[in-house]
């Protein structure tokens, strides 16, 4: 795992998404490039679906692992995009 330097914006930043994963609601305000923007949404909504499925009482091994899967290939592509690993993965 890498080590991160964070300001308190951005200890704030990562807060707000791991609130957003889990069901809580939170306001953010995200700016990027399209491309940034892009990575950031589909790596979010990939750890909500993984966090979701884990709850989920009829959830499979597979259908875990699936979710998994997902989860760990869009934080790659974040990782690549932004240059920082993603941190829910």
Request: charged share 25%.
């Amino acid at each position: 795992m890498s080590s991160w330097k964070l300001s308190t914006t951005g200890k704030l930043f990562l807060a707000g998404l791991a609130a957003w994963i889990v069901a809580r609601p939170t306001r953010l305000k995200i700016r990027g490039t399209p491309e940034e923007v892009k990575a950031l949404s589909e790596a979010l909504s990939s750890s909500k679906v993984f966090q979701d499925e884990l709850r989920k009482p009829g959830a499979t091994v597979d259908s875990v692992i699936e979710k998994l899967g997902l989860m760990h290939a869009r934080g790659k592509k974040f990782e690549s995009i932004l240059g920082i690993p993603w941190p829910f993965s």
